[in-house]
T-cell receptor
Framework: AQRVTQPEKLLSVFKGAPVELKCNYS??????LFWYVQYSRQRLQLLLR??SRESIKGFTADLNKGETSFHLKKPFAQEEDSAMYYC???????????FGEGTQLTVNP | NAGVTQTPKFRVLKTGQSMTLLCAQD?????MYWYRQDPGMGLRLIHY???????AKGEVPDGYNVSRLKKQNFLLGLESAAPSQTSVYFC????????????FGPGTRLLVL
């Protein structure tokens, strides 16, 4: 069965510093990977997905099949980036997402 | 569009009581999901539905039942609540295409005493 691991439960950086939220997965096939974000008192929302190869709010994530990772990166963190971030995996053509444990990012002024 | 809505927003139950959480979506989505969110454990799938009249078990289905009698509604039932079911419950829905994302509701906070 597939699994998603986010090794850092808490991550704290200063404004303007680079930030990387780690995500590793285990799945023998070719998965679809996503990052979801939950800002304080708001619902979960999609941040980005690897298929789109897009940059959202300055965040990027590259799927590394060799290392089975999908780390989320931003070169210059902003205070408004403070939120809970979840990495998620979906088996191709599957109907279910498997979520990681989540990383609470705090960007300090 | 209201998107995905959940009722109630917050509830306190005593052990052994029953309740039903309602999820409604107005996007004509085929798939609907119920998750629970617990600190350090992320979101775990309880049950899901791939269409009206169908349901399937997720990772943590024990103690819960669901029904999808209408396409727009997905009900989550707790027949006999336990303190271990204290959690935040999220509903989500998505269209049937392979690349469609899930849209989440605002969550229901449940406290079981």
């Amino acid at each position: 069965a597939q699994r998603v691991t986010q090794p850092e439960k808490l991550l704290s950086v200063f404004k303007g510093a680079p930030v990387e939220l780690k995500c590793n997965y285990s799945y023998s096939g070719s998965p679809e990977l996503f990052w979801y974000v939950q800002y304080s008192r708001q619902r979960l929302q999609l941040l980005l997905r690897h298929i789109s190869r897009e940059s959202i709010k300055g965040f990027t994530a590259d799927l590394n099949k060799g290392e089975t990772s999908f780390h989320l990166k931003k070169p210059f963190a902003q205070e408004e980036d403070s939120a809970m971030y979840y990495c998620a995996l979906r088996v191709t053509s599957g109907s279910r997402l498997t979520f990681g444990e989540g990383t609470q990012l705090t960007v300090n002024p | 569009n209201a998107g995905v809505t959940q009722t109630p927003k917050f509830r306190v139950l005593k052990t052994g009581q029953s309740m039903t959480l309602l999820c409604a979506q107005d996007m004509n989505h085929e798939y609907m999901y119920w998750y629970r969110q617990d600190p350090g454990m992320g979101l775990r799938l309880i049950h899901y539905s791939v269409g009206e009249g169908t349901t399937a078990k997720g990772e943590v289905p024990d103690g819960y039942n669901v029904s999808r009698l209408k396409k727009q509604n997905f009900l989550l039932g707790l027949e006999s609540a336990a303190p271990s079911q204290t959690s935040v419950y999220f509903c989500a829905s998505r269209d049937g295409g392979n690349q469609e994302t899930q849209y989440f509701g605002p969550g229901t906070r449940l406290l079981v005493l």
